[in-house]
């Protein structure tokens, strides 16, 4: 392995990892177990939404041309013809003159065209005093106003948020078409690793990143498989991810953080299967190496947490945009004003850790290897590999993590 | 019950609905289950983070002063001292003159005070040429520079993300103290609702709210527990109300859509607790009923999906952030600019939804029991109560979903 990496784009990075990406299957899962899962196909309506014509307000049922010109001091006056049943349809149609008490959700009786809220009635014995005029259609929902049945309702790739359960729900999708979550193997490296539960040594630190990526993959709708901290030897780091990519759908291994473990990532990677990226222009998180072992992308984490969370955020979520087929993976970004100048070398993507406050963003300068400026920061800004920074007052979008 | 609510304004009912609140108690999980969990206590780290001075860099140890003026053209020219191997103490010190190879993370010997990262150096023979000169603490981590032992690490009401994590692990921290997550008790009123496997006859629509406010439930860190839908006579539904605030620490009652049903919630909290809040000025979603039985609080939603979501957003959600006490939960909202005029009416506060596309917000004005507006926008713009409306080209903020 020479000194120096060869060193790609962001965007040639993101190419790579993208077309390593193998979209999951489909699997069905009940209703109430599909929030935030990914849906596998296009979802249509098996009824029409609503089903028939319902009013969506309490009040009286009306041809609403009886109702032209009423006011409080000349209401229309129509005649009381009962009141209607939740769930009942009436009989006999309303006829000009005609009015008929409707709750929410009532099916509009025919002859009707229109609802008039309660509060803008009074009712006197057998006839009812009309005080607002309504147009036709007013406070009713049309059948199949919402949907139409076999109308699609939601399509494939769609993130299925807690609203999108309610569509679901009226179009009888009670068991919902959703792509399958990655298994994606977690593997940490680095001969200077102890477990949580152990009390670092001299020279020893706690292994961090199996947590950091782990909850990462949960939160990119993945499932973690933990193999845990494999010492920096080929045999051990190599038998780990045989296992991990036969049992994964991908894998990630984090560090080991000096140049000879990396070494030894990419030479296991390279034993078994290809590396296809070694070295991304980008900082922190320029040591980055994508590979491929048994058709399943195998990723070599910096061994920094904070660099490794930012390639996680800027690179690897892309692998889980086409594992799990989300249309709509969304970064989120707030727009900011930079608070202070922003140094950057041509060439490279610097990815700079801010806080956001009222609308202003101020850079965390702190070294890589720092965990307290990651769980301080909002998110971060990117300086493209052009640019020799940003200036004091540049309008900037925040990528919040 | 009279037919006009007496209705209080947002900021008292979400005063009401906050004083309802009861924090839940404490339970330890383990780390890899903590994400999104939200910290019951602060967490202190056990350790100094790091344990010890290490190099960020592969580079050479050094004493900073024998690099001053050095460059491509004149190198310092250092003598080589070997190497340092991951997680190993040096013996003897570094004196002026000397360096030493050491790995990233590995630990910085006695005697050196920076690291000259190895793309600056050159070694031939015995001996390592310095061509670029460090200041002192230059590529090196302090010994507890990232975090004293005894230091907080997160307080108390942090919602964990990912990042959060691995400072827990850094920290020791392998069974995380969290807010246990409130169990809340879902029931749907309404002779016209049926479940999502039938299909609807006339007058019918399938329960929609028990899959919202579940999934809602879920986002917001709650358990839900489903009590199905129960038909709108007062009997049933005190056995379930009763049933659910011994079960659950809430309970949500949604629907039934029309006057009458609401006045059976009203009604059977009334018998079995008080009503403390019937109606807020607010739209869509007035007729909303904050009440409280055996010391639970129990809230009755419209029954229309989209105006119980806009309650559950703009209300509930102030009973989740006391229930598991997450100091930072957090409404995301976007600035944009408005496309079109927004009329409302004085003394409530109007919730329309909107669309935002490139900074630009569409008002989405469908009647409020559509499902398709409540999926297809982003969120909502909130006009006060003290406004008429809200101008084309008027900068909002948007309440995102």
Redesign the interface.
């Known amino acids: 392995m020479s000194?120096?990496l060869t060193v790609v784009s962001v965007n040639e990075a993101t190419a790579v990892i993208r077309s390593l990406a193998v979209k999951g299957g489909e699997e069905f899962v009940p209703?109430?177990e599909a929030?935030h899962r990914v849906l596998a196909r296009d979802v249509r309506s098996?009824?029409d939404?609503?089903?028939?014509t319902?009013s969506?307000v309490?009040g009286y049922a009306v041809r609403a041309a009886d109702t032209t010109g009423s006011g409080d001091a000349i209401p229309a006056i129509l005649t009381f013809r009962g009141r209607i049943a939740?769930?009942?349809?009436v009989g006999a149609p309303i006829v000009s003159g005609d009015c008929i008490y409707i709750?929410?959700?009532?099916?509009l009786p025919n002859g009707a065209d229109a609802v008039v809220m309660?509060?803008n009635t009074e009712q006197i014995g057998g006839e009812v005093l009309i005080k607002k005029p309504v147009a036709p259609s007013e406070n009713v929902?049309l059948s199949n106003?919402?949907?139409s049945r076999g109308e699609v309702?939601?399509t494939a790739g769609r993130k299925i948020?807690?609203?999108?359960?309610?569509?679901?729900?009226?179009a009888?999708?009670?068991e919902v078409p959703v792509v399958m979550r990655p298994k994606v193997g977690i593997i940490s490296t680095?001969?200077?690793l102890v477990?949580?539960?152990a009390?670092?040594g001299?020279?020893?630190?706690?292994?961090?990143?199996?947590?950091?990526v782990?909850?990462?993959v949960?939160?990119q709708g993945g499932l973690?498989v933990?193999y845990g901290i494999v010492r920096?030897d080929r045999d051990s780091l190599s038998t780990a991810i045989k296992r991990a990519t036969s049992e994964c759908n991908a894998v990630l291994v984090s560090g080991?953080?000096?140049?000879?473990?990396r070494d030894i990532v990419a030479a296991v990677i390279s034993e078994t299967g290809d590396v296809l990226v070694h070295g991304i222009a980008i900082a922190p998180g320029k040591p980055t190496i994508i590979g491929k072992c048994s058709g399943k992308p195998v990723i070599g984490l910096p061994?920094?947490?904070a660099s490794a969370?930012i390639i996680l955020v800027a690179i690897v979520r892309h692998l889980f945009t086409g594992m799990t087929g989300n249309t709509a993976a969304g970064i989120?970004t707030?727009?900011a004003t930079l608070s202070q100048n922003v140094p950057s070398s041509r060439g490279r993507e610097d990815y700079i850790r801010v806080i956001v406050k009222n609308g202003v963003a101020t850079p965390l300068f702190g070294?890589?290897?720092?965990?307290?400026t990651?769980?301080k920061s909002s998110g971060f800004v990117r300086v493209p590999a052009g640019s020799e920074g940003l200036e004091t007052g540049t309008q900037v979008e925040v990528v919040l993590?």
Not at 103 to 107: D, K, L, Q, R, V
Request: charged fraction near 20%; proline fraction near 8%; glycine fraction near 12%.
């Open positions: 000194l120096f209703l109430n929030l098996d009824v939404i609503p089903g028939f319902r969506v309490d939740m769930g009942t349809a709750p929410t959700g009532g099916i309660i509060e929902l106003e919402d949907f309702v939601l948020s807690a609203q999108d359960t309610g569509v679901l729900a009226a009888g999708c009670s680095g001969n200077e477990p949580v539960t009390t670092p001299m020279g020893q630190v706690r292994d961090v990143n199996s947590y950091v782990g909850a990462f949960q939160e973690p933990h920096d080991g953080s000096s140049k000879d473990d061994g920094h947490p969370f989120r707030l727009p070294k890589s290897g720092l965990l307290n990651l769980v993590w």
